[in-house]
């Protein structure tokens, strides 16, 4: 049966309210950086824990924590004091494809950006005049300014060729979003949560056709931008608010 776009509103509202809550956070990934207070440690954790955020959860998070205890539990003080000595032990680590030269890459583009600057949210501020999928794209080039292999590239994603970026979404979300519930950082005040896009998978991408808020079959960046522009119709200033909707309805409910 279809339901009205009333409806779908209340529905969301409803699903959004029962995940968006203190009680998700050990179940899921952004446990790891909910460990530090320091903005920096978080943003790092943050970066980090969303570039491995795929495949099984549950290896997710021990990936990411084994990643955080390599670097001695203080990730911004580990990666600016690091040397090549120092970053040798994370060539045996490994999540799915993203293996030890990858995460040494990583480490290295994170020294060299928080060298010249004190938080991330600074590469992205091109959103103000060119739209986010146009600065994820700069943030990209900046990061892949550090000396890398080709195939590093790949866990970086790129929307201005396509991809949906959800794993950049989601970091996204998790630095800007404030809504004072506990899940969501909030630490970036100089990006607006109506630009945010909402991170899309297979599972969000499911609800979102079977609720009718999305029609295009591919997940990708076109898919995103149809489904926020959905989103949107319900909350103007906060539409990926209902990637927890979504997110709890497909992986938990298996709606």
Same mark, same amino acid.
């Given at each position: 049966?279809?339901?009205?776009?009333?409806?779908?509103?209340? !529905?969301?509202?409803?699903?959004?309210?029962?995940? *968006?809550? %203190?009680?998700?956070?050990?179940?899921?990934?952004?446990?790891? %950086?909910?460990?530090?207070?320091?903005?920096?440690?978080?943003?790092?954790?943050?970066?980090?824990?969303?570039?491995?955020?795929?495949?099984?959860?549950?290896?997710?998070?021990?990936?990411?924590?084994?990643?955080?205890?390599?670097?001695?539990?203080?990730?911004?003080? !580990?990666?600016?004091?690091?040397?090549?000595?120092?970053?040798? %032990? /994370?060539?045996?680590?490994?999540?799915?494809? /993203? *293996?030890?030269?990858?995460?040494?890459?990583?480490?290295?583009?994170?020294? *060299?950006?928080?060298?010249?600057?004190?938080?991330?949210? =600074?590469?992205?501020?091109? =959103?103000?005049?060119?739209?986010?999928?146009?600065?994820?794209?700069?943030?990209?080039?900046?990061?892949?300014?550090?000396?890398?292999?080709?195939?590093?590239?790949?866990?970086?994603?790129?929307?201005?060729?396509?991809?949906?970026?959800?794993?950049?979404?989601?970091?996204?979300?998790?630095?800007?979003?404030?809504?004072?519930?506990? =899940?969501?950082?909030?630490?970036?005040?100089?990006?607006?949560?109506?630009?945010? /896009?909402?991170?899309?998978?297979?599972?969000?991408?499911?609800?979102?056709?079977?609720?009718?808020?999305?029609?295009?079959?591919?997940?990708?960046?076109?898919?995103?931008?149809?489904?926020?522009?959905?989103?949107?119709?319900?909350?103007?200033?906060?539409? =990926?608010?209902?990637?927890?909707?979504?997110?709890?309805?497909?992986?938990?409910?298996?709606?």
């Amino acid at each position: 049966m279809k339901l009205s776009k009333k409806e779908i509103f209340e !529905f969301l509202e409803l699903k959004h309210d029962q995940y *968006n809550q %203190p009680s998700f956070i050990d179940s899921d990934p952004i446990s790891i %950086p909910h460990l530090f207070k320091k903005k920096q440690d978080i943003e790092i954790a943050c970066f980090l824990t969303a570039t491995i955020s795929w495949g099984n959860r549950k290896s997710i998070i021990i990936n990411a924590r084994k990643l955080i205890q390599m670097m001695d539990d203080d990730p911004h003080s !580990f990666i600016m004091g690091a040397s090549e000595y120092d970053l040798l %032990p /994370f060539r045996k680590f490994v999540h799915r494809t /993203f *293996n030890g030269e990858d995460c040494i890459f990583f480490l290295q583009s994170l020294k *060299n950006i928080f060298t010249k600057i004190e938080s991330m949210e =600074v590469l992205f501020m091109p =959103v103000n005049n060119i739209g986010m999928n146009q600065a994820i794209g700069h943030f990209r080039k900046e990061f892949l300014s550090t000396p890398h292999l080709k195939r590093s590239e790949k866990h970086l994603s790129d929307p201005m060729t396509g991809s949906a970026a959800k794993r950049i979404n989601m970091f996204l979300r998790w630095m800007v979003r404030n809504d004072k519930r506990g =899940v969501d950082f909030g630490l970036w005040k100089r990006i607006s949560t109506a630009d945010l /896009f909402c991170p899309l998978d297979v599972h969000s991408g499911n609800v979102a056709r079977k609720l009718g808020l999305l029609n295009r079959k591919a997940n990708d960046w076109k898919a995103v931008e149809e489904l926020t522009s959905s989103l949107r119709l319900f909350d103007p200033d906060d539409p =990926v608010k209902y990637d927890f909707a979504l997110f709890g309805l497909g992986v938990f409910e298996r709606f």
